[in-house]
């Protein structure tokens, strides 16, 4: 039987690509989120991951520019809580809210929140296609989806089975091909340096990755208090996106709270990590040159296997140690240019 709604693939020339008028992806929340994008944010727990975020999606729909980022303007937020009680969402909020100068007309009618304490029914496990089309039918205008947090909104299969990840990975991608950002709040993973928790999958699609790691001079006094790091960052570079100190505080009577910002001073900490992956970078560049596998290093060496993965995709990247001839640099063409004469028939 004929499929009356066939699926529609298009294949582009390079002509056709630079023909085409293509508009720029606009920031929401510079160097962090991006239109059409997805990001995660993860950070161990009770270190002010969903404090930060709600900070964030709050500021994004005010239009407002909050700790290190800027927002060029108001758009609608969606954001899925797993976890809280309404009466602690409404507390943070508010907090946070007047304590930060971010209560206005916007906000008020452009974040919006769905929440387990505040639904009728218990929301659906976003890892499968019914709990899926189920959230979709519930976006409307929203820009951004605020997901907080994937463990409590997402089971499937066996956490560390990137197989596991595959439909959420689909979903993810439809949404971002539909207009939509999304940020997924998730935990971090028991080895700090592999990242967050479960598969290293779930990084791969990301536009953008931050951790929230507590300083070295942490205390359990401290409360929400962390340092930023971007992990990874497909479109930005350079020092904007160096690391950042962020402590939560009280300001007022009231009990209304705010971010203030810290320096960060954790050379030794830093260089401390940083010749501990060079000493796996080492290890696994000599097994590997044995042929031993990845599971073979991961056995005998104690590294995750996702790690030694990832260690050994850098030294593919790594340059040749042979001298070669310098190549001509590539003639840079500005699209704004191109007319039809560069397009011989």
């Known amino acids: 039987m004929a499929d009356n709604n066939p699926i529609q693939y298009s294949v582009v020339s390079l002509r056709n690509l630079l023909e085409m008028e293509i508009p720029e992806r606009e920031w929401i929340a510079y160097p962090f989120i991006q239109e059409k994008s997805l990001t995660i944010l993860y950070a161990q727990r009770g270190i002010g991951k969903t404090y930060f975020a709600i900070t964030l999606g709050m500021a994004i729909a005010s239009g407002k520019n909050v700790c290190n980022f800027t927002i060029p303007k108001s758009r609608a937020v969606l954001y899925i809580d797993g976890e809280m009680t309404g009466r602690d ?174 320096k960060v001073t954790e050379p030794a900490d830093q260089t401390k990590r940083e010749a501990e992956k060079a000493r796996k970078l080492e290890l696994v560049r000599d097994l590997r040159s044995q042929g031993k596998s990845y599971r073979d290093i991961a056995k005998e060496t104690g590294i995750d296997k996702s790690t030694v993965g990832e260690l050994a995709k850098q030294l593919k990247t790594e340059p040749s140690q042979e001298s070669t001839p310098a190549e001509p640099e590539p003639m840079q063409i500005d699209l704004e240019d191109l007319n039809e004469s560069m397009f011989p028939d």
Not at 96 to 118: P, Y
Not at 120 to 142: H, R
Not at 206 to 230: C, H, Q
Not at 235 to 241: C, D, M, P, T
Request: charged share 25%.
């Open 89 to 262: 969402f409404k507390d943070r909020i508010t907090n946070l809210g007047f304590g930060m100068d971010l209560c206005n007309t916007d906000t008020f009618d452009r974040f919006k929140i769905l929440s387990n304490d505040l639904s009728e029914s218990t929301l659906p496990n976003i890892g499968t296609p019914k709990g899926q089309e189920q959230i979709t039918a519930l976006l409307g205008d929203c820009e951004l989806i605020i997901i907080d947090n994937l463990s409590a909104l997402c089971s499937f299969g066996k956490e560390n089975e990137a197989e596991s990840w595959t439909p959420m990975q689909r979903w993810l991608i439809e949404l971002k091909r539909s207009g939509k950002s999304v940020l997924l709040i998730d935990h971090s993973g028991k080895d700090p340096e592999h990242g967050n928790r479960g598969t290293s999958k779930k990084q791969d699609i990301m536009d953008a990755v931050v951790s929230l790691e507590k300083p070295a001079s942490y205390n359990i006094t401290d409360g929400a208090k962390f340092v930023m790091r971007y992990q990874k960052s497909r479109n930005v570079a350079g020092s904007i996106l160096k690391p950042v100190g962020f402590q939560l505080e009280t300001v007022g009577e009231q009990g209304f709270v705010s971010w203030s910002k810290f």
